[in-house]
Structure formats: C-alpha cells, structure tokens
C-alpha cells in the first residue's frame, strides 16, 4: 500500500498510513473495529488471513465518522481526503483481483 501513496502529498500519506495502523489489522474485535495486531506485523497484508479491500473500507468508514464528529478544520479536511484515498486504494485492490466484483462494492 506505501508504494501506492509514494506521490501523494506527506500529510495525506501520513494520516492514511496512521488510521490504517491505529484501526489495526487481523484479528478485530467484533464490533470495535480494533484490532491487537497491528500493520507492521505483517506487512504483505496477506489475502487468506484478511480481506484487504473491506480493511479499506473500514477504515475509510471510521475516519468518515471522525470527520463527521469534527468541527470543520484543515485536519477534518485531511481526515475526508485519507478516507477517499482508502476508498479509492480499496477499489484499486477489487479492480486488480477480479474486476466484476467492483459492481458489487458498497
């Protein structure tokens, strides 16, 4: 995912890459979204143990939240761009694996 978002501005590559760690990978707690395991763990985010392009999501779903949550500001703003930019990475992945499923997305 980094070698993604090696041309996006510092800021948005860093906010994106900080939800992706603090929501956590693996191993969620049902219904927290937060995980023990974190992305360093296991960096080649491996298929058979977790659905990447739904990980994406949540965490494009959760920062939408905080944003919501937020009174407006350049970091709210920041927040609604990483979750775009997860959304988007999260159909990139779809796109690459088996492109029919993009329809299916929601």
Do not use: H, W
């Amino acid at each position: 995912m980094e070698r993604r978002l090696v041309e996006a501005p510092a800021s948005l590559r860093e906010r994106i890459l900080d939800a992706v760690r603090s929501y956590g990978l693996g191993n969620r707690e049902k219904g927290k979204g937060k995980s023990t395991a974190k992305v360093g763990d296991d960096p080649t985010f491996p298929v058979s143990r977790f659905p990447f392009p739904s990980f994406l999501r949540e965490v494009a779903d959760a920062l939408v939240e905080e944003a919501q949550s937020a009174p407006p500001s350049r970091s709210t703003a920041l927040t609604l761009l990483a979750a775009d930019a997860l959304v988007t990475l999260a159909c990139e992945a779809v796109a690459e694996s088996d492109p029919a499923q993009l329809a299916e997305m929601r």
